[in-house]
């Protein structure tokens, strides 16, 4: 039974009859303040699960990436992550519409502030945990900005515009602000086979999601390549695992207790090491251009 679903049509019903003037934000507070108190309740089940917290909050995250989000919820436990950032709110440009999946992570990741991203202005979501900003996933100095100032990042979710070139810019971009053994999840690759989300039926890698990805694979072994491999995709050297699903991606950076040594070409030393610098940013040696 949708216990959820079926509140949200008795509330909807009961709005429609009252004489008050502004029904949209009436209804986002009534709806919200149901979703909580379910939320709030259901985080007492010791057997919970990140997926039915966004079943509970009225999010598609349940119906299309159930299996997904339990790993996610497994793998980072509900106490760990500090910060993180979801690209893509939801309820695009109507009014007091959207923030189901924030209010979700809210409740699951209990200690963690929760930023939110969308192109449409979503601030009616704002609280004390929740912090809402407005622009483009596509704009490179929006996402250093947000990463340098609200980051670095235990989990990042991009559900945004879905559109390739997005997905790509944002990953390159956030990438560094996600912390060691934090978690990148892209929600949607459909739009990596779909000429009109500027995908590629013919699997081109900077037009398809899973061929891009494919690309960085060696990464999850950087600590046995050759160190002109590591030189091609140095930025991503820290990639520990990435998992597929249909129609979405998860990856795992690695943690930096263990550096990274990387072959010589000759296969018989394993003498390079890459560490941090003291600000905490990837320490990359000139050799390395
Ligand atoms: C699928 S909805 C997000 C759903 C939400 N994450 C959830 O699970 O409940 C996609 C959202 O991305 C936003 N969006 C579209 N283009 C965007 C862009 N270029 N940058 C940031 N957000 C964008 C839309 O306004 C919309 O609210």
Redesign the pocket.
């Known amino acids: 039974m949708k216990i959820s679903e079926n509140l949200k049509s008795i509330v909807i019903q009961i709005i429609k009859f009252l004489p008050i003037k502004n029904k949209n934000l009436v209804r986002f507070r009534i709806r919200n303040a149901f979703i909580n108190i379910i939320l709030k309740l259901y985080s007492f089940n010791p057997y919970s699960k990140l997926s039915k917290f966004f079943y509970y909050s009225l ?3 349940y119906a299309n990436y159930k299996d997904l989000y339990n790993l996610l919820g497994h793998l980072k436990k509900r106490d760990n992550p500090k910060t993180i950032l ?7 440009n109507k009014q007091y519409s ?1 923030g ?2 924030l209010v979700a992570l809210s409740h699951y990741y209990y200690n963690s502030k929760i930023y939110g ?4 202005e979503k601030s009616f979501l704002d609280s004390k945990k929740i912090k809402t900003i407005q622009g ?3 704009n490179e100095e929006l996402l250093e900005k947000i990463g340098t100032k609200n980051g670095p990042f235990d989990i990042i979710i991009d ?3 879905h559109y390739v070139d ?1 997905q790509i810019i944002t990953f390159q971009n956030l990438w560094k602000h996600l912390n060691d053994d934090g978690y990148y999840l892209i929600e949607d690759l459909s739009g990596s086979y779909l000429t009109r989300l500027r995908g590629s039926p013919e699997l081109e890698k900077d037009k398809n999601l899973i061929t891009f990805f494919s690309d960085l694979n060696h990464m999850v072994n950087a600590e046995r390549l050759l160190r002109k491999w590591l030189d091609k995709s140095k930025n991503y050297i820290n990639i520990n695992q990435i998992f597929y699903f249909e129609s979405a991606i998860l990856i795992h950076k690695k943690n930096y207790d263990s550096p990274i040594a990387g072959a010589d070409e000759d296969e018989k030393s394993n003498d390079y090491k890459l560490k941090k610098d003291s600000d905490g940013n990837l320490d990359i040696p000139d050799d390395f251009d």
């Open positions: 999010s598609d995250k979801e690209i893509g709110i939801g309820g695009h959207g189901y999946s991203l969308d192109i449409n483009s996933q596509s559900d945004g515009s997005h």
